[in-house]
T-cell receptor, first 114, second 114 residues
Framework: DGGITQSPKYLFRKEGQNVTLSCEQNLNHDAMYWYRQDPGQGLRLIYYSQIVNDFQKGDIAEGYSVSREKKESFPLTVTSAQKNPTAFYLC?????????????FGSGTRLTVV | AQSVTQLDSQVPVFEEAPVELRCNYSSSVSVYLFWYVQYPNQGLQLLLKYLSGSTLVKGINGFEAEFNKSQTSFHLRKPSVHISDTAEYFCAVSGAPNDYKLSFGAGTTVTVRA
């Protein structure tokens, strides 16, 4: 079955550490997205990529970095510059096909600073 | 740019009663509209979407929504809820047809009581 796989499901980060969240899709979608979710704040866009080797900052990109070397993969690195990284992170992908228009989401990674 | 306002942050409802979740959007262009559901510690799942055509859209799990262009609304309804409908619901909008990025509302938490 096609879908999006996020790993790990739970991640703990020490102060000053960089951590990388994995996102892989086998849907052949062109676009991929990273969102951060905090209680009561909905989803906030961190970065998105509409094509391989290209990506754009979202609304809250500071302290995060991404790469898009392959169509299937869009890893997110939470750097030590992100002062409040504890949150639930969601990856999504989308197709330009009008019949399947809309996002498909992964199951999320919960990051906690210890 | 498009934006979405979900008018209720929390909606308590008794089992087998009807429920309506309100969503208003703002946009200067044509829009695509979506409703997603999120169960605890999971990703978002698409309930239904409006791209064009009939303004009454039917989705999964007995949900439906009506697109009202004059009132810029896309309210979600279910005639009879179950305990399993307890979840958070997100309304989202994108600018049709070339803007694939979704803007999400803050979410509505539905709690179904026996």
């Amino acid at each position: 079955d096609g879908g999006i796989t996020q790993s790990p499901k739970y991640l703990f980060r020490k102060e000053g550490q960089n951590v990388t969240l994995s996102c892989e899709q086998n849907l052949n979608h062109d676009a991929m997205y990273w969102y951060r979710q905090d209680p009561g704040q909905g989803l906030r866009l961190i970065y998105y990529s509409q094509i391989v080797n290209d990506f754009q900052k979202g609304d809250i990109a500071e302290g995060y970095s991404v790469s898009r070397e392959k169509k299937e993969s869009f890893p997110l690195t939470v750097t030590s510059a992100q002062k409040n990284p504890t949150a639930f992170y969601l990856c999504a992908s989308s197709s330009r096909d009008s019949e399947s228009y809309g996002y498909t989401f992964g199951s999320g990674t919960r990051l906690t600073v210890v | 740019a498009q934006s979405v306002t979900q008018l209720d942050s929390q909606v308590p409802v008794f089992e087998e009663a009807p429920v309506e979740l309100r969503c208003n959007y703002s946009s200067s262009v044509s829009v695509y509209l979506f409703w997603y559901v999120q169960y605890p510690n999971q990703g978002l799942q698409l309930l239904l979407k409006y791209l064009s055509g009939s303004t009454l859209v039917k989705g999964i799990n007995g949900f439906e929504a009506e697109f009202n262009k004059s009132q810029t609304s896309f309210h979600l309804r279910k005639p009879s809820v179950h305990i399993s409908d307890t979840a958070e619901y997100f309304c989202a909008v994108s600018g049709a047809p070339n803007d694939y990025k979704l803007s999400f509302g803050a979410g509505t938490t539905v709690t179904v009581r026996a």
